[in-house]
């Protein structure tokens, strides 16, 4: 199975700022198969990038996705008021579709 | 709009069983893969089980192996999930979600609110 460690595990930060996440996986994901999400309290996951790069429909450009093989990040350029959430990686290269542990990202 | 409507969940005893359903609408169901995720209290994600848009294709996470089976009906455009010999560490909200294409190997774009099934005597 490929595990997935993503980090830090808490992110905290400020409006505005910076913030970049961290996907590793424990083998090399084939042809970008990597995707992140994002969850916030009471709501189910939604997509934010696919292929690692992709920008899903109506993700705003402040989200990007970057990386191959077994490093890839997710970065957003300066943070919102409605950034602050918990974001996990999926890589969909194979079965078992195993999902990262998870970033929370949190007001500092 | 793409919808998915599960029902289904409860409390349930440990070793009991279980079917969850997801409804699904404003897409071409047959057309595309689907998976189950679930998400203990607190916790994290974990991917369940996933099937092709035929049907013909499934697969199983190990911690659910021999116990859950995932299946459609692509005339009901209905997904479901058989739980049997439920144990407490299967206690989540289960989501079902919709896969970007026919074959499993695609992200999941659109997600169901879930339905929460507690394993609890």
């Known amino acids: 199975d490929i595990v997935l460690t993503q980090s830090p595990g808490t992110l905290s930060l400020s409006p505005g700022e910076r913030a970049t996440l961290s996907c590793r996986a424990s083998l090399s994901i084939s042809s970008s198969y990597l995707a992140w999400y994002q969850q916030k309290p009471g709501q189910a996951p939604g997509l934010l990038i696919y292929?690692?790069?992709s920008r899903a429909t109506g993700i705003p450009e402040r989200f990007s996705g970057s990386g191959s093989g077994t490093d890839f990040t997710l970065t957003i350029s300066r943070l919102e008021p409605e950034d602050f959430a918990v974001y996990y990686c999926q890589q969909y290269d194979n079965s078992p579709f195993t999902f990262g542990p998870g970033t929370k990202v949190d007001i500092k | 709009e793409v919808q998915l409507v599960e029902s289904g969940g409860g409390l349930v005893q440990p070793g009991g069983s279980l079917r969850l359903s997801c409804a699904a609408s404003g897409f071409t169901f047959s057309s595309f893969a689907m998976g189950w995720v679930r998400q203990a209290p607190g916790k994290g994600l974990e991917w369940v089980s996933g099937?092709?848009?035929?049907?013909?294709?499934?697969f199983h996470a190990d911690s659910v192996k021999g116990r859950f089976t995932i299946s459609r009906d692509n005339s009901k455009n209905t997904l479901y999930l058989q739980m049997n010999s439920l144990r407490a560490e299967d206690t989540a909200v289960y989501h079902c979600a919709k896969v970007s294409q026919e074959w499993l190997l695609g992200y999941f774009d659109y997600w169901g609110q879930g339905t929460l099934v507690t394993a609890s005597s």
């Open positions: 292929g690692a790069s």
């Open positions: 099937i092709s848009g035929g049907g013909g294709s499934t």
